[in-house]
């Protein structure tokens, strides 16, 4: 009978926490959107319109906790009927079974000791069992996340051989995403030798940060081959790949510590002197030698503490810690000023040694390319077809700089990473795309190579 009962409300027990642990979830969600987008809330005064949807989120695992809650609390009372119930069934057929003389009083007082002990043990169980539709709603969530296999799987026989030149070639490169109508990449063909920067430059959604994702294999490419140093990538063993590659992502984070702790996030056993170099090239230096203490900072989650552009060059300076063969810049210099993005440029250029570098970034302003950039197009003899991230791209080797007018001056110590084709801005001058206006920005790759002796002059 105590069976019977127990079972029948675990039973209704199980479904109540699983709608509740994803109820949970609506809560935290929403409470978490709430407070990274505080700023948003305020400026648009939408406090009334999420105060109300924090609290239907609120109610509803309220509910639900309430219900599940009553059936356990509906337990204590079922094992205390039954063990009491029993009791009083063995001292009324035990009464009469003393009343005729076959059984001893002490027999019948054994007996009900006994059966409380065994009672007893059952209710502790019982309460045990409780817990048990909770921890198994929690246990098959873990198990999904658990069971899912990587997209990425190392290879069974991996090259373990040093990553020396850092050369990135990728040949007939394709990807699209699980469900997606269309790839993102489709016959992406280049290749980066050693020393040479190249630039990936394209509109918002245009595929540049899944190109470059493929380099340190976030992910597999679904067409062709990604190759470092004649190797595809494929074929290397992770920590391998991992090792010689510096990644800037498009969103810089930092991690709570300090800022010393941040930069040795690559290469523990860096010296102080490699530290402040990093900072150097990062143009990070000064700000960090003004905080009160330094390189042991503290940064909070996030790098919340810092601004956009602090947090972009110390990452950048995390990076340059490494000393990896191949640097991939995406979208790294973003919340830079232009003096500074400038100068940035040039201490990488000489401070990456020759070192292969991977830079991901905007479309030039409009203002760049009236003031010098489309003198400056692309050479047609140079550009390949069939690449293309959403739409064909061109290839082209343009000047190594991009002339900014500036205080009623042309300037020529902007670094370029792109030039417009002398006829349209924004193309190149044999853009398989030039006459469809109707289409997005296409997406280019772009070299130049790296001089370590060259030096820029830096802007007033």
Do not use: C
């Not at 978490?32 to 939408?46: C, H, K, N, P, S």
């Not at 900072?279 to 000064?286: C, E, F, G, K, P």
């Not at 001058?429 to 030039?434: E, L, N, W």
């Amino acid at each position: 009978m105590l069976l019977i009962a127990v079972g029948l409300i675990i039973a209704r027990m199980v479904p109540l926490f699983l709608l509740m642990q994803t109820r949970i979830d609506t809560v935290n969600r929403v409470l978490r959107e709430q407070l990274t987008g505080i700023r948003v809330i305020r400026a648009f005064v939408r406090e009334d319109v999420e105060s109300v949807r924090f609290g239907k989120a609120n109610v509803d695992v309220t509910d639900t906790a309430l219900q599940a809650g009553r059936l356990m609390a509906l337990m204590f009372p079922v094992v205390m009927l039954v063990l009491n119930v029993s009791s009083v069934a063995v001292i009324w057929f035990g009464a009469f079974r003393i009343e005729d003389g076959s059984m001893q009083v002490g027999t019948l007082v054994a007996f009900l000791s006994y059966l409380m002990q065994i009672l007893m043990a059952v209710m502790m169980a019982t309460f045990m069992a409780v817990m048990i539709p909770r921890a198994t709603v929690s246990a098959d969530r873990i198990g999904e996340v658990l069971e899912t296999d990587s997209s990425v799987r190392p290879p069974l026989h991996p090259v373990v051989d040093s990553i020396g030149r850092g050369e990135v070639e990728l040949v007939d490169v394709g990807f699209a995403y699980p469900g997606a109508e269309q790839p993102v990449l489709s016959d992406v063909s280049f290749t980066v030798h050693q020393g040479q920067t190249t630039a990936i430059i394209g509109s918002t959604g245009s595929g540049k940060t899944t190109l470059v994702n493929l380099l340190p294999r976030l992910f597999d490419a679904t067409n062709g081959s990604v190759r470092v140093d004649g190797v595809d990538v494929r074929e290397l063993h992770p920590d391998l790949l991992w090792g010689s590659i510096g990644l800037v992502p498009q969103k810089p984070h930092l991690f709570s510590g300090t800022v010393r702790s941040n930069l040795l996030y690559g290469k523990p056993d860096a010296t102080e002197a490699e530290l402040w170099e990093a900072l150097t090239i990062a143009q990070a230096r000064d700000f960090v030698a003004e905080m009160p203490d330094g390189l042991d900072a503290p940064i909070a989650q996030g790098g919340m503490n810092v601004s956009g552009g602090q947090r972009q060059r110390l990452a950048i300076a995390r990076a340059l810690v490494k000393r990896p063969e191949l640097y991939i810049f995406d979208d790294s210099f973003s919340s830079l000023d232009l003096a500074t993005d400038a100068r940035l440029r040039e201490a990488l250029a000489v401070g990456t040694g020759g070192a292969t570098m991977v830079i991901v970034a905007q479309p030039p302003p409009a203002a760049l390319l009236r003031h010098g950039a489309a003198r400056r197009g692309a050479q047609p003899g140079h550009q390949r077809r069939g690449q293309r991230l959403t739409e064909p791209a061109a290839v082209a080797e343009p000047g190594r700089h991009l002339s900014a007018h500036r205080g009623g001056r042309h300037r020529d110590d902007v670094p370029a990473l792109a030039s417009p084709g002398p006829d349209r801005p924004g193309h190149s001058a044999a853009d398989p795309g030039h006459d469809r206006p109707d289409r997005p920005a296409l997406a280019e790759v772009v070299r130049r190579p790296v001089d370590p002796h060259r030096r820029a002059e830096r802007p007033d």
